[in-house]
């Protein structure tokens, strides 16, 4: 079992960064595919990255490729979502989520087992 606490949220302007973090519990972080999901008000939960056990393999919403980055640290017991290029349209609660196994983790909310509390990204247009 691992546990998940993101951090690094905040309020940006559009154009701007933010880097999240997500430290994880546990001896066996590395035994976990990891993912960053994120929920606007009124909406579903929705995919946002993921990344395999050791960092080869990342995978991305079209919404984001190009301008998000996932890679996790492994000594450090800590997943990160680098931010750039934010859009007003990104606003939401961000959300680590963990799975254990590997290869890639799979898109969905129901994919993963584990959840953090999420951290509000807000961007001003």
């Known amino acids: 079992q691992v546990q998940v606490v993101e951090s690094g949220g905040g309020l940006v302007q559009a154009g701007g960064s933010l880097r999240l973090s997500c430290a994880a519990s546990?001896?066996?972080?590395?035994?976990?595919?990891m993912a960053w999901f994120r929920q606007a008000p009124g909406k579903e939960r929705e995919f946002v990255a993921t990344?395999?056990?050791?960092?080869?393999?990342?995978y991305y919403a079209d919404s984001v490729k190009g301008r998000y980055t996932i890679s996790r640290a492994n000594a450090k017991n800590t997943v990160y979502l680098q931010m750039n290029s934010l859009k007003p349209e990104d606003t939401a609660v961000y959300y680590c989520a963990a799975r254990p196994g590997s290869g890639y983790g799979g898109d969905r909310p129901y994919d993963y087992d584990y959840w953090g509390q999420g951290t509000q990204v807000t961007v001003s247009s």
């Open positions: 546990g001896r066996t972080f590395s035994s976990y595919t």
């Open positions: 990344i395999t056990r050791s960092g080869e393999g990342t």
